[in-house]
C-alpha cells in the first residue's frame, strides 16, 4: 500500500503549493479539481486571523 504520510503542518503546505504545481496540467473543467479549489477557499478562510464579509465574497 503506497500511503502518504504527512504531519498536519506539512499537509497545510502541500494543499496550498499544489494548484502552483498541477494547476497548468489538470483541465479547467476537471469536477475533481473544482471540488479541491473550493475545499481549499473554505480551508483558508477556516484559518484567516479575521473573516470579513469581503473577504468571503
Known sequence: NLK????AAEM???????????GDKIPSDDLNYQCFLV???IFKIRIAPAVTDRTIL
Do not use: E, K, R, W
Open 4 to 7: 502518504i504520510q504527512m504531519s
Open 12 to 22: 497545510m503546505t502541500f494543499i496550498h503549493i499544489l494548484p502552483i504545481i498541477v
Open 39 to 41: 475545499l481549499l477557499q
